[in-house]
């Protein structure tokens, strides 16, 4: 399996552009979840998906990020407009039942926003 | 509210000395609990999990970490660090959904 694919990995924009970062969980999995890196705050949880269906958004920051998930393999989060305080590694990860709750992180995407 | 943390923000180690990473974690019930390395520019990869039953838990690449419910902690340990290990940290909880919280990270430093 190939594992947790993002991307791109790599995204400069500026500020007040729109920003799409792309997530394809591992094959059977029915558990996305969305995470912010950053050196301030560590890994926030922004949002998590189960059988596609959000659950929990409550880590999203502001009505500026959005993500959706409009099949089992295939998972957006959008930032719109970008501004510069939203520079972080966002990762996506996905978990499935019988798991035992293991997360499969994908590599990342840095976003950085000028 | 559950919560984990990691007391050392850096550690610094030679090459063939033992390891030891803290993790303290608050929750009332048996924990589930991670252990996950991150290497520079890559995600996050699982090192061992603890859900149940033996509180020594082995993981991949040498790492082992006990549960000890007396003290709300739930060390890693290497018998002997290998400049490979050089890497980030991070100590996991759940209370069994699947919503992870997470330490703030230990930055593992090898000296040669």
């Known amino acids: 399996d190939a594992g947790v694919i993002q991307s791109p990995r790599h995204e400069v924009t500026e500020m007040g552009q729109e920003v799409t970062l792309r997530c394809k969980p591992i094959?059977?999995?029915?558990?996305l979840f969305w995470y912010r890196q950053t050196m301030m705050r560590g890994l926030e949880l922004l949002i998590y998906?189960?059988?596609?269906?959000?659950?929990?958004d409550s880590g999203m920051p502001e009505d500026r990020f959005s993500a959706k998930m409009p099949n089992a393999s295939f998972s957006t989060l959008k930032i719109q407009p970008s501004e510069p305080r939203d520079s972080a590694v966002y990762f996506c990860?996905?978990?499935?039942?019988?798991?035992?709750?293991?997360?499969?992180f994908g590599p990342g995407t840095r976003l950085t926003v000028l | 509210a559950q919560s984990v943390t990691q007391p050392d923000i850096h550690i610094t180690v030679s090459e063939g000395a033992s390891l030891e990473l803290r993790c303290n974690y608050s929750?009332?019930?048996?924990?589930?609990l991670f252990w996950y390395v991150q290497s520079p520019g890559q995600g996050l990869q699982l090192l061992l999990k603890?859900?149940?039953?033996?509180?020594l838990v082995q993981g991949i690449k040498g790492f082992e970490a006990e549960f000890k419910r007396s003290q709300s902690s739930f060390n890693l340990r290497k018998p002997s660090v290998h400049w490979s290990d050089a890497a980030e940290y991070f100590c996991?909880?759940?209370?069994?959904?699947?919503?992870?919280?997470f330490g703030t990270g230990t930055r593992l430093k090898v000296l040669a």
């Open positions: 094959s059977g999995h029915d558990y």
């Open positions: 990860a996905s978990s499935g039942i019988g798991g035992q709750g293991e997360q499969f």
């Open positions: 998906f189960n059988n596609n269906v959000p659950i929990d």
């Open positions: 929750y009332g019930a048996t924990p589930y």
């Open positions: 996991a909880t759940t209370s069994g959904t699947y919503k992870y919280i």
């Open positions: 603890y859900f149940s039953g033996d509180t």
